[in-house]
Every structure is written in structure tokens, then in C-alpha cells.
């Protein structure tokens, strides 16, 4: 008896597992469905109005660096960055500028750093070969607050090159964005 119990108990139990498990797929399927249905889709790579670029940056530049890999991977176009290349793209991107600043913004009673403030500024521009503007020049800025801590120095130099890195990202999907809303040459 005491086994026909606990089989009764384990299959009363697989069910409401199953049932919970069902419900759960249901509720995720009608989740999905309406966010088809409102027109919500994964952001895509930038589709751009021209073939060919040349790119006029600082080869040591490490926004560069992220926004020659994210223009690379572009299916569509074709990146330069020798001189020898300028006459042969349709458009030139030029960064004029890549500002990294550091300010301190708090002090403790001590007068010791308790907040700092990064900002990142970048200036470019969008022109032709002959020199026509297609986009003028722009500065693109992110600044991020950092809160700092004499005691855990390193931990926090680590912190602000993720932060930095980060700000970095969010302006070469800036450009490309910008860059994506060119309409004509």
C-alpha cells in the first residue's frame, strides 16, 4: 500500500510539472507572438547608402580601431584607409578629434577624490572626395560617473577603462547610425 502511495504521489506530482511546464511554453508563445505583432525586431547591422570609404583617423586611435571593425564587417562596403585610395571611395570619414577627460566632481571632509566624472568626445565628418558635406562636423558625447575609493585604487582604474570602453562602443553605433541616415551623395 505504502508503495502504491507514492507512486500516486509522483505521478500527481510529474503532472503538475508538466502542467506548469505547458503552461509556462504557452505563456512564452503568446509572449513572443505579440511582440511580433507589434513590430519589434533585433537591431541590425546598418544598411549604408554608399560602397566605398575612406576612413582618416589616428592609426592608434582605439575608437578607431572599433569603428574600422564595425565599418569591415559592413557586406557592402569597401573601407580604405591609405592615401593613395582618397580618389577611388565616394565618401570620406574624417574623426577630428577623440577627447578622453577625467573631472573630479566630489571630495570627502579630507579633501580626498570621492567622485569623478569620464567623458569621451569625439568630433568627425562626412564628405565627399571633392569636398562636399554630407554630414557636417559633429561632436558626439557620453560621460559616466564614477564613484572613487582611495583604498581600492586598482579595482577602480579597472572600472573606468570598462567605462570608457564602453562610452566608446556607444559612439561608434552612433556614428554608424549617423552614417546609415545619409541620404543622397
Given at each position: 500500500?505504502?508503495?502504491?502511495?507514492?507512486?500516486?504521489?509522483?505521478?500527481?506530482?510529474?503532472?503538475?510539472?508538466?502542467?506548469?511546464?505547458?503552461?509556462?511554453?504557452?505563456?512564452?508563445?503568446?509572449?513572443?507572438?505579440?511582440?511580433?505583432?507589434?513590430?519589434?525586431?533585433?537591431?541590425?547591422?546598418?544598411?549604408?547608402?554608399?560602397?566605398?570609404?575612406f576612413?582618416?583617423?589616428?592609426?592608434?586611435s582605439?575608437?578607431?580601431?572599433?569603428?574600422?571593425?564595425?565599418?569591415?564587417?559592413?557586406?557592402?562596403l569597401?573601407?580604405?584607409?591609405?592615401?593613395?585610395?582618397?580618389?577611388?571611395?565616394?565618401?570620406?570619414?574624417?574623426?577630428?578629434?577623440?577627447?578622453?577627460?577625467?573631472?573630479?566632481?566630489?571630495?570627502?571632509?579630507?579633501?580626498?577624490?570621492?567622485?569623478?566624472?569620464?567623458?569621451?568626445?569625439?568630433?568627425?565628418?562626412?564628405r565627399?572626395?571633392?569636398?562636399?558635406?554630407?554630414?557636417?562636423?559633429?561632436?558626439?558625447?557620453?560621460?559616466?560617473?564614477?564613484?572613487?575609493?582611495?583604498?581600492?585604487?586598482?579595482s577602480?582604474?579597472?572600472?573606468?577603462?570598462?567605462?570608457?570602453?564602453d562610452?566608446?562602443?556607444?559612439?561608434?553605433?552612433?556614428?554608424?547610425?549617423?552614417?546609415?541616415?545619409?541620404?543622397?551623395?
Open positions: 500500500m505504502n508503495n502504491a502511495q507514492a507512486l500516486k504521489a509522483r505521478r500527481q506530482a510529474l503532472q503538475a510539472i508538466a502542467r506548469g511546464f505547458t503552461g509556462g511554453a504557452l505563456l512564452s508563445g503568446f509572449a513572443a507572438t505579440g511582440l511580433t505583432g507589434c513590430g519589434f525586431q533585433l537591431r541590425q547591422s546598418a544598411d549604408l547608402p554608399f560602397q566605398s570609404l576612413l582618416n583617423l589616428p592609426r592608434q582605439a575608437l578607431g580601431n572599433d569603428l574600422r571593425k564595425n565599418l569591415a564587417s559592413q557586406s557592402n569597401q573601407v580604405f584607409t591609405e592615401a593613395n585610395d582618397l580618389a577611388t571611395s565616394q565618401v570620406v570619414l574624417e574623426v577630428l578629434s577623440e577627447v578622453r577627460e577625467r573631472v573630479v566632481v566630489g571630495l570627502n571632509a579630507s579633501g580626498q577624490v570621492r567622485e569623478l566624472q569620464l567623458r569621451l568626445k569625439v568630433k568627425f565628418r562626412l565627399t572626395p571633392q569636398g562636399k558635406n554630407l554630414i557636417p562636423e559633429v561632436e558626439l558625447q557620453q560621460q559616466r560617473d564614477l564613484s572613487f575609493l582611495e583604498s581600492a585604487a586598482l577602480k582604474e579597472i572600472e573606468e577603462a570598462m567605462m570608457y570602453r562610452m566608446q562602443v556607444d559612439i561608434v553605433q552612433q556614428i554608424l547610425r549617423r552614417l546609415a541616415a545619409v541620404k543622397s551623395l
